[in-house]
Every structure is written in C-alpha cells, then in structure tokens.
C-alpha cells in the first residue's frame, strides 16, 4: 500500500523555521513527483513545492520563493521541506502528496495542481504566531 507520513509542524513565531518530513512507502520513490500542498482555515488548498524523484528538479508557489527549500533522501524515502521566514499567513495544514511522473513527469506549470496527484498523507499543522 501507498503511504506518506508527514510530520514536522508546530508552533513557531514570525520569522522563525520549521522543517517538515515526508515519509514515503510502497512505491518506488525514484519515479515519483512528491509534493506539498497547505490549507489555511476557510480556503482552499494550495500546491507549495513539489519535487521530482528520478531527476531532483523543484518547483516553488510564488509565495514561498526565496523562504521555502524542499529536498529529498531517495535512499530514506523521505521528502523535507525547509521553512525559513515564516509568516503568520503561512499557518496552514500541510499535506504531501505524491504520484507517479515516470522519467519526464508533467509539465512544470502544472506539477503544483491539486488533480495531478494520487496520493495523499495525512496533514501536519503549522501555526505561526505574529
């Protein structure tokens, strides 16, 4: 069975960091996109970065450009994303997500796009405080 285990939220004050983990199994890691998505209380859910498991390239929501690193372990399975900067609009469930890209994967303008995914863990809470 396909899993993912996201864990890593918490409290944290503007301008403070977190880092989150993504466990994955039951999948080959190697030719799959795994991404995170957030959603804030009242709004609709929202691709953040994603990665591409068989060639490392990213792709980064305009809004945590600059503040946001996701990176990958292939031989753990396991996808992080490094929050730096945060902002109290940052305070969100996050979610990751995953599905199978192949070598290529789809397009990079659309690889932050809630129906490109098959997959989905369970959420991890990040609040920031202001």
């Known amino acids: 069975d396909v899993q993912l285990q996201a864990s890593g939220g918490g409290l944290v004050q503007t301008g403070g960091s977190l880092r989150l983990s993504c466990a994955v199994s039951?999948?080959?890691?190697?030719?799959?996109?795994i991404a995170w998505f957030r959603q804030a209380p009242g709004k609709e859910r929202e691709g953040v970065s994603c990665v591409s498991g068989s060639d490392g390239s990213t792709v980064y929501a305009d809004s945590v450009k600059g503040r946001f690193t996701i990176s990958s372990d292939n031989a753990k399975n396991t996808v992080y994303l490094q929050m730096n900067s945060l902002k109290p609009e940052d305070t969100a469930v996050y979610y990751c997500a995953a599905a199978k890209w192949g070598a290529l994967g789809p397009h990079p303008l659309v690889r932050l796009r809630l129906r490109e995914y098959d997959y989905w863990g369970q959420g991890t809470l990040v609040t920031v405080s202001s």
């Open positions: 039951g999948f080959t890691f190697d030719d799959h996109g």
